[in-house]
T-cell receptor
Framework: EPEVTQTPSHQVTQMGQEVILRCVPI?????FYWYRQILGQKVEFLVS????????KSEIFDDQFSVERPDGSNFTLKIRSTKLEDSAMYFC?????????????FGQGTRLTVV | DAKTTQPNSMESNEEEPVHLPCNHS???????IHWYRQLPSQGPEYVIH???SNVNNRMASLAIAEDRKSSTLILHRATLRDAAVYYC?????????FGKGTLLTVNP
């Protein structure tokens, strides 16, 4: 079965540091996503990415965040200067993209802890 | 805005069927109804989706009201491994927006 893989599974960083979260989506998928989930809260949409550009982003996805797909395989989320409130689980997902008549695949997440 | 309404929690006994309801009264004609679940400490996992007709797969069944304003996820025989948060999501514009979901507790 195809799967989305995320690395690292857990990242601890100091406030103000930059972090890069990595994802390998499913190879023939067209849409890629980042979501986050603060402990005990719901899964929140951050950004969607299609055709090598951002197709939609939420209010959470401010200038501190960026995404890229540098090599056609990896899909990364960068947080430039982490804050304590960025501590959360971050999930990557991919969708085949022909329509919504298909399932999205989610990774197991990266737990980011900002200290 | 998830635009779906689900009960916060439900409880079931092992081996019994579970019916998880969802209201999506403002759904548009092209929105698919998706269900995902999230087991403790894991990423969301696809369960089932549909547009108008009822759907069955190896995990569950999805019953969609004729007017599409509501749907019900049916787990035919709940097991302890089905304990999770179940999300009913309107799939539109290539985006899935999660609400708070229903926390399903399965009693042995």
């Amino acid at each position: 079965e195809p799967e989305v893989t995320q690395t690292p599974s857990h990242q601890v960083t100091q406030m103000g540091q930059e972090v890069i979260l990595r994802c390998v989506p499913i190879s023939n998928h067209l849409y890629f996503y980042w979501y986050r989930q603060i402990l005990g809260q719901k899964v929140e949409f951050l950004v969607s990415f299609y055709n090598n550009e951002i197709s939609e982003k939420s209010e959470i996805f401010d200038d501190q965040f960026s995404v890229e797909r540098p090599d056609g395989s990896n899909f990364t989320l960068k947080i430039r200067s982490t804050k304590l409130e960025d501590s959360a689980m971050y999930f990557c997902a991919s969708l085949q993209g022909r329509s919504m008549n298909t399932e999205a695949f989610f990774g197991q997440g990266t737990r980011l802890t900002v200290v | 805005d998830a635009k779906t309404t689900q009960p916060n929690s439900m409880e079931s006994n092992e081996e019994e069927p579970v019916h998880l309801p969802c209201n999506h009264s403002t759904i548009s004609g092209t929105d698919y109804i998706h269900w995902y679940r999230q087991l403790p400490s894991q990423g969301p996992e696809y369960v089932i989706h549909g547009l108008t007709s009822n759907v069955n797969n190896r995990m569950a069944s999805l019953a969609i009201a004729e007017d599409r304003k509501s749907s019900t996820l049916i787990l035919h025989r709940a097991t302890l491994r089905d304990a999770a948060v179940y999300y009913c999501i309107r799939g539109s514009n290539y985006k899935l927006t999660f609400g708070k979901g229903t926390l399903l507790t399965v009693n042995p």
